[in-house]
């Protein structure tokens, strides 16, 4: 089980300042740890941003899918710098 840090209802934080405060939380995160993030909406953008922002990193587990509100766990992992981000290099996973 990832070790959780917190939990964070976004709803309470001003919707111009959400994604940074949760990219600064990531940023902050150990490989292995994780903290969850509660919304009232599916927060699909959010995901996209923190994936382009940490290609290979994110752990992205949905807990609460909707449709009043959604509970995410967002994990980071241990990047893999050898394969530009993509765990299969050599051949190891049998995909090259």
């Known amino acids: 089980m990832i070790p959780l840090k917190e939990e964070i209802d976004v709803r309470a934080i001003a919707p111009h300042e959400r994604h940074a405060q949760l990219f600064d939380r990531f940023d902050g995160l150990l490989p292995g740890e994780a903290f969850v993030i509660v919304n009232d909406h599916n ?3 959010l995901r996209r941003q923190l994936e382009g922002r940490s290609p ?15 509970r995410v766990q967002i994990g ?6 050898d394969a530009g981000g993509d765990c299969c290099s050599g051949g190891a996973c049998g995909g090259g």
Do not use: H, R
């Not at 290979?56 to 959604?70: F, I, K, N, S, Y």
């Open 43 to 45: 927060p699909v953008p």
């Open 76 to 81: 980071k992992q241990e990047a893999c710098a």
């Open 56 to 70: 290979g990193e994110v752990q992205w587990t949905c807990l609460q899918d909707g449709p009043a509100l959604w």
